[in-house]
């Protein structure tokens, strides 16, 4: 294990600046890729002497080949920005043809519960129909088919999994970050409604490390998993629990579809996330049986510590002046 050499494509994301420690740990050489060098050693110079440092485009399958090169595993992270989603089929097929070229064993890739579309059912398992209702959940549907397509292709194995929603240290991206962020500061947080309806998070080191652990076992490949929060809890419920833990009592504003699509006649960003409103109307509960019988051991942070532990990282990073 320990010669083995693991890639992150996407590495400076939150899930990446999760995986990146975990690897650490287990003393495994790696390689982070991204489209600045500057931030990328900024962030992982304190993993110095097992990491390498590459600025690719993803785009770039001839640079990427050569990248990944002499690598065994391969974490598929990268994000697009909410208005480029196009982008997310193009830069996976050149990804997955780099990879191919390159001689690379495994490749997890991180997706997304947009391609199942609305729900069917209370509880969503990995058997549940893939029919997208979003422009958004097709790009990455035909993103997932990708990855399916090249499993077993010049000696790839492929998985793909499936979280809900995150949080956690370094999380900015997060749907709730800026729910901390008011925490702590004493301000109003806007959240997307209705509030009220179950919804699901996942702690993201908790997510780093079921990516680590799939990453490792031979089962996982040719195969989509799902992965859940520790329990469903309504946003409003999850708001109050932030705000408590920060020592404040909550406020927050909450948009529902009409305010949305109002804001979208401003915002193309707006626009975009009017889109998806249907996961806060219908919600996707991820039903996770499966890889819980595959990785016994998973990781599941309780909200009370999940929240406990952001909130600390967040204060640590403000007084460092980050």
Known sequence: MANQKYALLGATGSVGKSLVPVLFRNQIPFKVIGRSLEKLQKEFGSYEPLVEYHAVDLSDTEALTRVLEG????????????????????????????????????????????????????????????????????????????????????????????PPDFYGPGAQLSYVYSVFEAALKGTSANVIGPVDTPHEFIFVPDLADTLWQLSNQEEAFGHSWNIGGTQAITTRDFIEQVFSQAGR??????????????????????????????????????????????????????????????????????????
């Open 71 to 162: 690598v065994h595993t391969a974490f598929y992270l990268a994000g697009v920005p909410y208005t480029d989603f196009s982008l997310h089929p193009q830069l996976t097929a050149s990804a997955l043809d780099a990879a191919q070229k390159a001689g690379v064993q495994r490749f997890v890739h991180l997706s997304t519960v947009y391609p199942y579309g609305i729900p069917r059912t209370h509880r969503v398992s990995e058997e549940h129909p893939r029919e997208p209702n979003t422009f958004k959940g097709r790009m990455r549907k035909e993103q997932e088919d990708l990855v399916i397509q090249a499993d077993g292709k010049n000696g790839l194995r492929t998985t793909i999994l499936r």
């Open 249 to 322: 009592k909550p406020k927050y504003r909450v948009a529902g579809g009409f305010l949305l699509r109002v804001m979208g006649l401003f915002s193309p960003f707006m626009r975009e996330v009017q889109e998806m409103h249907y996961l806060w109307t219908s919600p996707v509960i991820l039903d996770d049986q499966k890889i819980a019988r595959l990785l016994p051991d998973l990781k599941k942070t309780s909200y009370a510590d999940g929240i406990r532990l952001t909130l600390a990282s967040m204060r640590a990073e403000s007084d460092s002046g980050a």
